[in-house]
């Protein structure tokens, strides 16, 4: 079984310029997560879909940000204009169904660095 | 809303000897536990978890950690470190009644031969 994956490893771009994340959960997961480590600090939550819906958006730092998982398949994360501050390790995980004792597979992230 | 704090940056441990990796927790409703590593350029991968019964879980690689609710705490044990088991520790939770997971800042453990 594939575990989740995540495209580019690592992307390095410009201020001002678009960074387009994606990832893709394990099959038949319908919980998917994106998460951002910021160098030394904790793994801070971004939002949670749940098929192709957003049910908890409350991480996302403000409007540059945008994620799509249309189909309830993969997702992607775009960031628009990227400023310095997005730099970071962003990371996708997923779980499967409502039950919420298990645990997160987590992809190996995409690593962001704006200059 | 649910947090983690873990105190310790960075933990340094002899091989052989037992380590301990400190987390702390806070949510509304009862806490689901769990604890994960990340190796370099890796992703995070499970070890543990505590969702009810015995406080103390045992999990991947002889890793252990024990529940303390008056404490709120939920830290990482193992009777004898490997040099193998440096890495980045991270602890999360999950408030029963959510769905999503918070992380602590991680701690660095390095064993050393």
């Known amino acids: 079984e594939a575990g989740v994956t995540q495209f580019p490893s690592h992307s390095v771009i410009e201020k001002g310029q678009t960074v387009t994340l994606r990832c893709d959960p394990i099959s038949g997961h319908d919980n998917l997560y994106w998460y951002r480590r910021v160098m030394g600090k904790e793994i801070k939550f971004l939002l949670h879909f749940v098929k192709e819906s957003k049910q908890d958006e409350s991480g996302m730092p403000n409007n540059r940000f945008l994620a799509e998982r249309t189909g309830g398949t993969y997702s992607t994360l775009k960031v628009q204009p990227a400023e310095l501050e997005d730099s970071g390790v962003y990371f996708c995980?997923?779980?499967?169904?409502?039950?919420?004792?298990?645990?997160?597979?987590f992809g190996e992230g995409s690593r962001l660095t704006v200059l | 809303a649910q947090s983690v704090a873990q105190p310790e940056d960075q933990v340094n441990v002899a091989e052989g000897n037992p380590l301990t990796v400190k987390c702390t927790y806070s949510?509304?409703?009862?806490?689901?536990l769990f604890w994960y590593v990340q190796y370099p350029n890796r992703g995070l991968q499970f070890l543990l978890k505590?969702?009810?019964?015995?406080?103390l879980v045992k999990g991947s690689y002889g890793f252990e950690a024990e529940f303390n609710k008056s404490q709120t705490s939920f830290h990482l044990k193992k009777p004898s470190a490997l040099v193998s088991d440096s890495a980045l520790y991270f602890c999360a939770v999950r408030d029963g009644r959510l769905n999503d997971m918070r992380f602590g800042a991680g701690t660095r453990l390095t064993v050393k031969p």
């Open positions: 995980a997923s779980s499967h169904g409502r039950v919420n004792t298990g645990e997160l597979f």
């Open positions: 949510v509304s409703g009862n806490p689901y």
């Open positions: 505590y969702i009810t019964g015995d406080n």
